[in-house]
């Protein structure tokens, strides 16, 4: 009887040796040969099963054969959606400017002032440790920089600002009428009221931009007119609005027709008010009717 073969440990079996040889099948001539074991073999396939991980990794991260990938997004795909985005960040802006907006004709009502639709947040640090000292080298400096512009035309005049003078504007007169009421801020009329005839037509006094054109409880048909330099002109009691909100306007184009409309009214006439940078003007200093 032959005796059993006595089982070996798998370490030992993965260290066995085999010859691989590649012969000539006409000469037999030994072309290769290597000698591998288990062990070897198997590292070998390992190394190279994740060099091809790596390889398809990198295919995947940085070329566009991503976009074949099931579930996915191609390029186009992603364009609409960075568009969208765009879409909806322009939005929720122009609903902050309409918000401000809003806020800004309230103000106006009240005769505070108005803020700017733009937000000028300063990102910038503050400066206040520093060292506004100058040195040697500022003034050598500041010797050339002199040097070098004393002859330079752009630098020779500096333009000035001019200066808003409100006295030199030229109102139109907003209704030809006879005046029943006038300006006293101390006893919150802030306007003048003008009698006129049935269907006049009321006239924009300045250029400028229809900021409110409605109906209040108080005031009847009111429409106003955001002009240059913080200007407001505001009229009050119409029958009929030809103008709506947002609407460019002339000096001397009709706005409105003269009515009786609203609570605070006792006959056909127009209430007018001028205001400036949010204060209540006496429209006679300025306009004459």
Not at 74 to 100: F, P, T
Not at 169 to 190: K, V
Not at 221 to 240: C, G, M, P
Not at 247 to 274: M, S
Request: net charge negative.
């Amino acid at each position: 009887m032959e005796e059993p073969k006595e089982k070996r440990k798998i370490s030992d079996k993965l260290k066995d040796r085999y010859r691989l040889v590649i012969l000539n099948e006409n000469t037999l001539e030994n072309v290769y040969h290597a000698i591998l074991s288990r062990l070897n073999f198997m590292v070998w396939i390992g190394l190279i099963g994740v060099f091809l991980v790596a390889i398809g990794i990198v295919l995947v991260s940085f070329t566009p054969l991503r976009e074949y990938i099931p579930g996915y997004p191609d390029g186009d795909i992603r364009w609409v959606y960075m568009q969208n985005a765009l879409q909806v960040d322009s939005l929720e802006h122009q609903i902050n400017m309409k918000d401000q907006y809003i806020n800004n004709i309230q103000t106006i009502l009240r005769g505070n002032e108005t803020q700017s639709y733009i937000n000028n947040s300063d990102t910038i640090p503050l400066l206040s440790n520093v060292n506004f000292e100058q040195t040697d080298f500022d003034s050598v400096l500041r010797i050339q920089i002199d040097e070098e512009e004393r002859y330079n035309i752009s630098t020779s005049s500096i333009p000035v600002e001019n200066k808003f003078e409100i006295n030199k504007l030229h109102f139109y007169c907003p209704l030809n009428g006879s005046l029943t009421n006038l300006f006293d801020a101390s006893g919150n009329h802030y306007g003048i009221d003008i009698a006129s005839n049935l269907n006049e037509p009321i006239l924009s006094v300045l250029d400028g931009t229809v900021v409110l054109a409605g109906w209040t409880l108080e005031a009847g048909y009111v429409i106003e007119v955001q002009h240059k330099n913080n200007l407001l002109s505001i009229y009050k009691h119409n029958s009929q609005l030809l103008k709506k909100m947002g609407d460019r306007v002339t000096a001397g184009e009709a706005l409105a027709i003269i009515g009786n409309t609203g609570e605070y009214t006792t006959g056909p006439h127009l209430h007018f008010e001028l205001w400036h940078d949010g204060k209540p003007l006496n429209p006679k200093d300025y306009i004459v009717f």
